[in-house]
């Protein structure tokens, strides 16, 4: 039915991103925007053109890792979009993508402080908070984004003690350690968001060390959510499903690369743009009375745990 008006808000979610253009090229991990961007075909929407603010987080401070590139550059736009300033940490040597992301940030009137960090150590992630406090004054918004995948098509024989244990450190000790170490910074109304992943309930075979962190993630994401209720501090998950990310082309084999989103119900994969809302939403004072959540931002793919 029609009343003949056209809806310039209402779009076809198959429609309003092209599936990226790429022929399959695996590239040198970690992975970098200009990579992607020539990898893909097109450059990735972090929401430069398209993210407008409402001031949802007005003079806040937000924490986010894996800040520089993917996932973590468009929550760093939109929370800055929405008044926060950002502390931006990101892997040592990443830094042009990281320079961009601060200028973004910049670019809406808000501060950007870098931190240039390999969150697999203890120290590196005192030393994080210890910067956000020292620069910022205090976390209203603590946002754990860091990752590390590489897909073994081998499965469980293929990955190593060594791969293991990285992709630990860095998807869970880090969290671990930087919830502990940031909650004595944060007042009621503080808000903790973990960047968990569809593989959490629906595991890839080359993917399993990956996912079995993943899924860790969602279990602590409640467990904490319920001790620190009492405090006021709410703490929820992001589950993304396949994201067009400088991780994508650099840690999975040709042919998945290839084939990245097309599995969806929407049939094709995501932009960064279309998950830094969610981030939003958990941030803002619109999601006051959710904690221990788990939001799917995965094109149809069902997320269940």
């Not at 003949?4 to 808000?9: L, Y």
């Not at 990735?44 to 986010?64: F, K, M, S």
């Not at 060594?162 to 350690?177: G, I, K, P, S």
């Not at 084939?259 to 932009?271: C, D, H, N, V, Y």
Request: hydrophobic share 40%; aromatic share 4%; charged share 20%.
């Amino acid at each position: 039915m029609s009343d003949g008006h056209a809806d310039q808000t209402r779009q076809d979610p198959t429609e309003v991103h092209d599936q990226p253009d790429t022929e399959g090229e695996q590239l040198p991990a970690p992975g970098h925007e200009d990579s992607v961007t020539a990898s893909m075909g097109e450059k990735p929407d972090h929401g430069e053109d398209t993210y407008v603010g409402h001031d949802r987080l007005l003079d806040q401070v937000a924490l986010i890792t894996g800040g520089d590139s993917g996932i973590g550059r468009a929550v760093a736009l939109a929370f800055a979009r929405e008044g926060a300033d950002v502390v931006i940490a990101y892997l040592d040597g990443e830094d042009d993508d990281a320079r961009e992301t601060a200028r973004l940030v910049e670019d809406a009137g808000r501060r950007a402080v870098l931190v240039p960090t390999d969150l697999v150590e203890e120290s590196a992630c005192q030393a994080l908070v210890d910067t956000a406090v020292r620069e910022l004054g205090r976390i209203d918004v603590l946002v754990n984004n860091a990752a590390y995948q590489m897909a073994q098509p081998g499965g469980l024989a293929d990955i190593t003690t060594e791969q293991l244990d990285r992709v630990m450190r860095t998807n869970v000790y880090a969290m671990f350690w930087l919830c502990r170490m940031a909650l004595p910074h944060m007042k009621a109304g503080s808000t903790i968001i973990n960047t968990s992943s569809v593989q959490s309930s629906s595991p890839s075979p080359e993917l399993l060390d990956y996912a079995t962190t993943k899924a860790a993630i969602v279990n602590f994401t409640r467990g904490l959510a319920q001790s620190v209720a009492e405090h006021g501090i709410r703490v929820n998950a992001v589950a993304p499903g396949p994201i067009w990310t400088p991780l994508i082309p650099a840690t999975m084999p040709e042919d998945k690369v290839a084939s990245f989103g097309k599995q969806t119900p929407l049939g094709r994969a995501g932009q960064p743009a279309e998950v830094a809302t969610a981030f939003v939403f958990l941030a803002s004072p619109e999601s006051s009375y959710v904690t221990g959540e788990v939001i799917a931002v995965t094109g149809g793919n069902p997320v269940t745990m």
